[in-house]
């Protein structure tokens, strides 16, 4: 097993009132900027890089960064400038982007360059991930939702590529024309840097994930135990339909997880933060999540049987960590249960959500210690063998 600290980099100081929703509909695009602070943002910048370097030191394999724009829930909108600021600080974990946003950008072939220069520069540590973005992107950045797909698809084509072929090559796509595709600098990993694609419930994305053109890594996000099951189920299956066996290295999990002395001190210590992460951090407005056309039929009808998978306001903390949204126990609660996930779903990447919502700096240095001495140790031993 492997193991990624992920880290959102949220913005804590919301308004008293914001469970008023008739005030405050969402933590993300029309929370007013008026709420943000750049003297305490300069702090908590600081305060992140800091703890992500600290994973390095703990022993973990990776951190993950990663793109969002307007919102409280994560204040990282250029995720390469964080993996740029850890690249000279670290020396030996993996850098994880998970990931840039393909068709937020004019023109990917500023991704293609500056994911290549900052794993020159890491000596080979970056990890490439690549997403469309959620749909209140779309309205962020004044973008037509209806063209997120085949953008990404296009500007992940012309990435591969300019990182794979000598230049200059010609390529006219539709959304994307290059007359001298001629990447300098190409990147220190060959053929490329690894590519993670994270998924909320898209079929399309895990069909295009298991491909033998591509057999990328498929990250699922916030996700319930039973519903996790299905899309790494469904994974196996689409690989066995193109001829292959997939290696537990190609699924990998996101879930925010603490550890303390004892259950009943990690309830009390991280039950606030957890929903501070769902009932704030995740508050999208109705019309923002999923605007028309953003997703296919085929995959909304998919996301419609889901059920509640994805109403957690309504959830109190007992029902997200019953379910799995969170994992939060003692050391040994915490091992047994990522134990029985491991064996009973053969996933090999873990990326635990180690900083929750608004959670203080010495809290969540405390939960990175105990679960990197508590419970990663007993995990790699268990699983040693995974390939």
Request: glycine share 6%.
């Amino acid at each position: 097993m492997k193991f990624f600290m992920f880290h959102l980099m949220p913005w804590p100081y919301l308004p008293e009132d914001f469970d008023d929703l008739s005030k405050y509909p969402s933590a993300w695009v029309t929370l007013s900027n008026s709420h943000y602070d750049p003297e305490k943002g300069h702090l908590l910048y600081n305060r992140y890089l800091d703890e992500l370097e600290y994973a390095e030191r703990l022993g973990f394999d990776g951190v993950c960064v990663n793109e969002h724009h307007q919102n409280a829930y994560g204040t990282m909108p250029a995720p390469n400038i964080i993996a740029a600021l850890l690249v000279r600080r670290t020396s030996r974990i993996k850098i994880a982007l998970v990931g840039n946003g393909l068709p937020l950008r004019d023109h990917p072939q500023r991704i293609a360059e500056e994911v290549a220069m900052l794993d020159v520069i890491s000596g080979g540590r970056i990890i490439s991930g690549f997403v469309r973005g959620i749909g209140d992107e779309y309205y962020s950045m004044g973008l037509n939702p209806t063209h997120s797909l085949e953008r990404f698809r296009e500007a992940h084509d012309l990435i591969v590529r300019m990182w794979t072929e000598t230049g200059p090559f010609n390529f006219d796509g539709k959304h994307y024309r290059l007359r001298y595709a001629n990447l300098w600098p190409r990147p220190l990993q060959k053929p490329h840097p690894e590519i993670w694609v994270p998924g909320f419930g898209s079929v399309e994305t895990v069909d295009w994930c298991t491909h033998p053109d591509r057999k990328y890594a498929y990250m699922a996000t916030f996700m319930p135990e039973d519903l996790l099951a299905k899309f790494f189920d469904f994974y196996r299956e689409k690989a066995r339909n193109y001829g292959y066996q997939s290696s537990p290295y190609k699924l990998g999990h996101l879930v925010p997880i603490y550890v303390a002395e004892s259950d009943q001190q990690a309830v009390e210590e991280a039950a606030g933060h957890v929903l501070w992460l769902y009932h704030r951090g995740l508050r999208h407005g109705p019309n923002f999540l999923v605007p028309p056309g953003y997703m296919s039929v085929s995959s909304m009808l998919r996301v419609m049987e889901f059920g509640d998978a994805y109403e957690w306001s309504k959830m109190d903390f007992e029902e997200l960590n019953r379910r799995g949204y969170c994992i939060v126990g003692s050391a040994e609660t915490v091992r047994r249960r990522l134990s029985q996930y491991v064996n009973q779903m053969n996933f090999g990447l873990l990326l635990p959500l180690l900083h929750i919502g608004d959670m203080p700096h010495h809290r969540t240095v405390k939960n990175m210690e105990l679960f990197a001495t508590e419970v990663m140790p007993a995990l790699r031993e268990e699983f040693r063998h995974m390939q």
